[in-house]
């Protein structure tokens, strides 16, 4: 019964991810993604969005950060055609883009559940080098320890058994982390019984990826985060709330065959035995971490294929194809069912190359459409967005939102740290970009545990901006700050459209000139006046929203 | 899935039955067609604005206590001592004649002749995931929207009064912040403002070196940069951006709110979580805002029932017993309604861990204060507690009873949503009158 309803679901699965359409052969993958979304739509399209639209949000999604004044005046000046394309590769070679993908992938894959020196140097040595995504899983599964840089990227696994406030160690959690993060999949409500309402989704799923860590503790001997296997010496016995009969299971991927669990005699069960000096754990013969990371994150796995190029998508479009990101399966398909498997089998097919496909969703123009769309009367702007006819307007992570302010009133230099070398990043001094980091975080962030997946803002957050000490030293002059630069400029017209270019990435229109410039001359004391222009623009829904 | 759907439209076959105010509902869409030509359409707003107008004048407010997880209506509100699946708590004798509940809450024992309650509720969801969103929203027919919480919709109706402090507060364990989600497609700003662990938000005042024109000076200049943005733009995101900003600057100006506690009052409500924050609610009542929502967790006894009823209830007894008593002694109950709920109730057969599992069919919902008859049980389970006798409500007719009680006309208001109206509650239920004062 259980075995017939995952080969159902995974069937529409497979057969999907075998599946592309004729239009989309012999081109670029960007080319093919555009003609999906231009022939499952139904309306007018949004025009191109201007060069300083396009270059804010390719700043934020590629740097993390604003784009400086002269990157913008730079860009614009630019009249080549394929300015674009030259302006994608270029910030894909930047040394931010490691720290803005390490920066995104910390928030997707451990949900502020809090940090670690080690798992943050994984994250950013794998994006300087490029590490793909099947690797980057294999890693945090089963690392190398002897690597340095693999040494702290079981993190994710070992973070997930701390206990916190009354909870028990939660493997339940971590099993179904593995199925959410990793495969799209949210079996945790199929922990006690079949799914209510995701048939794909059975109770037989859930245990067998539960196989997999049932036995894993939190190794002590290491001095860097580190996950130990116990032997396993039977399967794993379940029953469901709703019945009496008892189930076995081995470990077991979804959608895979189930592993058997051999019998060792007492002699052989350890691969590496366990070494009582060192208090090094050993290593049992029989080893489901391994095969985990083996075969989970693999092409023959198209929920692996599917994951993450969903979750790249979101992070660029706005949303995802199949929403909400943990929930794909047959009765929740994508909006773009031809779309997904294409970006699916196309991820696989360049192995798993994060950098080649964020390039190609960069490329594509969906992703460089307009936020503006003057709709027809019968259009709807939910239905405009849904088929990416108009770029949806995206939150700016607590990270993204730092580096700008930092960036926009030009106090960056005033926190040396950057985040890429172990002994800075052990530095307690008061006034580190780990402390600032850490205010925003608490100020903008979602609590652990909670995704940071849809945009919401926070009085918290708005009072951190409104009343801080330290958003208001960045505003009012001093050290060598936008501020500061600006008072220097003795055009009052001049200070508003450099004001505007320095913290919206724009010139000022003739409506905003004329406004802002007004109030300039109205203030008796015009330091006060620019530190108040530049919190207003700091503050605006345009610097909020990466749109 | 199939089972499921079949069991939802079967149950409120049965539960609702087509009232009167259908034929009402026919005249309103013909006067709506009307007002739409007249361009008086839009997100988010009422077919009826003069009906909204009278409604922001009112002076009643909502407590709405939810208790996240779902109580155990045997080891509360209806238990069964001696039968089957009646557990091992006995019941004890309340203010109200022949009425009994748990032994858990004597101290609401005390003051059962302050209360309704109705032991006959059965609604459909058996998952948390479904269940608290579509109680919330009072589980209207499917129109194609997401519909607003009972928190929202208040906010909706009737307004901020004259607080100037955000309609609808959700004080609860945890983060704290903007939960728009709660509004649907009634647009951002008509969600909740979480005040999460009863702290107030960090940063409060405002930087010494600003005065008090200078920062309205800078907000308006930012507001102006707002409307600069949102020409031509989806506004959902701006909205909910900037209402979190008024917000913060509502609260600003109301810092009081959150000192600490009187240690009388802590006495009274508990030195508990869920004490301290039915407290909070309590000023934020007096404070004047509109809907306040006390959040309760923990409550999803699936193993130890027993002992996490024993646990959980005499924090909920006190804190719930005393905020009833105080609202009553301040004058203040007879403008709040009150209200005690779940997303279910527990089922009446005790599983394998000795806990009770989700049981949407035969739960119990409580009550009182504004527009609410007092010291009245209606609705009953049969011996064991498996099934409702007789007259089951579901969610719907609570939200019409509760409109009702607040001086909404459930049946006569309806949203406008892009043209389309849509009625504030199910509209195949209606108010339970033997709720009604």
């Known amino acids: 019964m259980t075995s017939l309803r995952i080969s159902a679901g995974l069937a529409i699965i497979l057969t999907a991810a075998l599946y592309a359409p004729a239009s989309t052969r012999g081109v670029e993958l960007h080319t093919a993604i555009d003609r999906l979304v231009e022939d ?48 994608v590769d270029r910030l894909l070679q930047d040394e931010r883009y490691a720290r803005r993908m390490s920066e995104l992938f910390n928030v997707m894959l451990m949900e502020r559940r809090g940090t670690d020196p080690t798992w943050s140097r994984f994250l950013v040595d794998s994006f300087k080098v490029n590490r793909h995504w099947d690797a980057m899983v294999r890693t945090i599964i089963e690392p190398d320890l002897s690597n340095v840089s693999e040494q702290g990227a079981g993190y994710f696994l070992t973070k997930r058994l701390e206990k916190y406030g009354q909870n028990a160690t939660d493997y339940p959690g971590l099993a179904s982390d593995i199925g959410r993060l990793f495969m799209g999949i949210d079996l945790a409500c199929a922990q006690c019984h079949d799914h209510l309402f995701v048939d794909d989704y059975s109770q037989a799923d859930f245990q067998g990826l539960f196989a997999f860590v049932s036995n894993t503790f939190v190794r002590r001997d290491t001095g860097f985060p580190a996950i130990g296997q116990k032997v396993m010496r039977k399967p794993l016995e379940f029953q469901s709330v709703f019945g009496e009969d008892m189930f076995t299971t081995g470990p077991r991927i979804p959608g895979g065959a189930e592993l058997e669990v051999p019998e060792y005699d007492k002699d052989n069960q350890f691969a590496v035995a366990p070494d009582p000096e060192s208090k090094a754990p050993g290593v049992p013969s029989f080893n489901p971490l391994h095969y985990l990371s083996a075969t989970l994150p693999s092409a023959s796995n198209p929920r692996f294929q599917t994951n993450l190029v969903n979750r790249l998508w979101a992070s660029m479009m706005g949303t995802g194809l199949v929403w909400p990101l943990d929930l794909h399966h047959s009765d929740n ?113 979602n609590p652990p545990r909670e995704p940071e997946v849809e945009f919401s803002p926070s009085v918290r957050g708005s009072l951190f901006l409104l009343n801080s000490q330290l958003v208001q030293s960045w505003v009012t002059v001093g050290g060598n700050n936008s501020t500061l630069q600006l008072l220097k400029i003795s055009d009052s017209t001049e200070i508003i459209d450099s004001l505007y270019f320095t913290v919206l990435s724009r010139p000022a229109t003739a409506v905003e000139l004329k406004q802002m410039r007004g109030f300039l001359i109205s203030q008796p004391d015009r330091a006060d006046a620019i530190a108040q222009l530049v919190w207003a623009l700091l503050s605006s829904n345009e610097f909020l929203i990466n749109h | 899935m199939q089972q499921h759907t079949n069991h939802q439209s079967s149950s409120h076959k049965q539960l609702c039955t087509p009232a009167q105010h259908v034929m009402s509902r026919r005249r309103l869409l013909g006067t709506t067609a009307a007002s739409g030509l007249l361009g008086m359409g839009g997100l988010g707003g009422l077919v009826q604005p003069l009906i ?50 748990s032994e858990l809450m004597p101290k609401t024992a005390d003051i059962m002749h302050l209360l309704a309650l109705d032991r006959g509720v059965t609604t459909v969801d058996n998952s948390h995931s479904r269940g608290v969103p579509r109680i919330q929203r009072g589980d209207p027919k499917d129109r194609g929207v997401i519909y607003p919480y009972f928190g929202s919709a208040v906010a909706k109706l009737m307004g901020q009064g004259n607080s100037q ?127 306040v929502k006390v959040n309760s967790y923990g409550w999803d006894t699936h193993g130890d029932n027993f002992n996490g009823h024993a646990s959980l209830m005499p924090r909920f007894d006190q804190a719930f017993s005393a905020v009833v008593t105080d609202l009553d002694q301040r004058g203040m109950l007879d403008n709040t309604l009150v209200i005690a709920m779940s997303e279910f109730g527990r089922t009446p057969r005790v599983n394998g861990h000795v806990g009770r599992d989700h049981w949407p069919e035969a739960w119990s919902i409580v009550m009182t204060g504004a527009g609410i008859r007092r010291g009245v049980v209606i609705g009953e389970t049969n011996k064991t507690g498996t099934f409702v006798e007789n007259d089951a409500h579901d969610i719907g007719d609570f939200f019409h009873t509760w409109f009702t009680a607040l001086g909404v006309n459930s049946a006569e208001t309806e949203y406008l949503n892009n043209g389309q109206p849509l009625p504030i509650a199910h509209d195949d239920c209606s108010p339970i009158k033997e709720l009604l004062a």
């Open chain 1, 40 to 87: 499952a739509a139904d309306g007018k399209f949004a025009a191109q969005a201007t060069d300083q639209e396009f270059l804010r949000r390719l700043f934020l999604d590629l740097t993390g950060e604003i784009p400086a004044p002269n990157d913008v005046a730079e860009f614009v000046a630019n009249s080549g055609a394929d300015k674009r394309i030259e302006m």
């Open chain 1, 333 to 445: 398909p994508a909006t773009h069912p031809e779309l997904l498997s294409l970006l699916a089998s196309e991820f696989a097919k360049h192995d798993f190359d994060i950098k080649w496909l964020v390039r190609e969703l960069a490329l594509t123009k969906a992703y460089q459409r307009s936020s503006i769309l003057q709709m027809a009367l019968d259009d709807h702007v939910q239905k405009a967005e849904s088929e990416y006819r108009v770029f949806r307007e995206k939150a700016l992570s607590p990270e993204q939102l730092m580096w700008s302010i930092l960036k926009a009133t030009g106090a960056k230099d005033r926190y040396p740290l950057e985040l890429n070398d172990e002994e800075k990043l052990a530095t307690e001094l008061p006034t580190t970009i780990d402390e600032v980091r850490e205010q925003f975080i608490s100020s903008f962030a």
């Open chain 2, 52 to 101: 909204a107008d009278e409604l922001t004048q009112s002076d009643k407010q909502v407590l709405f206590i939810w208790i996240d997880g779902g109580m155990s209506q045997l080891e509360s509100w209806d238990p069964k001592p001696n039968t089957k699946f009646g557990g091992p708590f006995r019941s004890i004798q309340t203010t109200l004649p022949g009425i009994r509940i």
């Open chain 2, 165 to 291: 402090l955000p309609p609808y507060i959700w004080v609860k364990p945890g983060s704290g912040g903007f939960k728009y989600q709660d509004a649907g497609f009634l647009g951002p700003q008509y969600g909740a403002l979480a005040i999460g662990d009863g702290l107030p938000p960090p940063n409060m005042v405002l930087p010494e070196t600003l005065s008090h024109d200078d920062n309205s000076a800078r907000n308006r200049l930012r507001q102006f940069a707002n409307a600069q943005y949102a020409a031509g733009r989806n506004s959902t995101f701006g909205e909910a951006q900037s209402f979190v900003f008024d917000s913060a600057q509502a609260l600003m100006n109301r810092r009081a709110l959150f000192s600490a506690p009187d240690p009388v009052d802590v006495e009274l409500y508990g030195d508990t979580e869920l004490g301290r924050d039915m407290l909070i609610g309590r000023k934020m009542l007096e404070a004047g805002v509109r809907f």
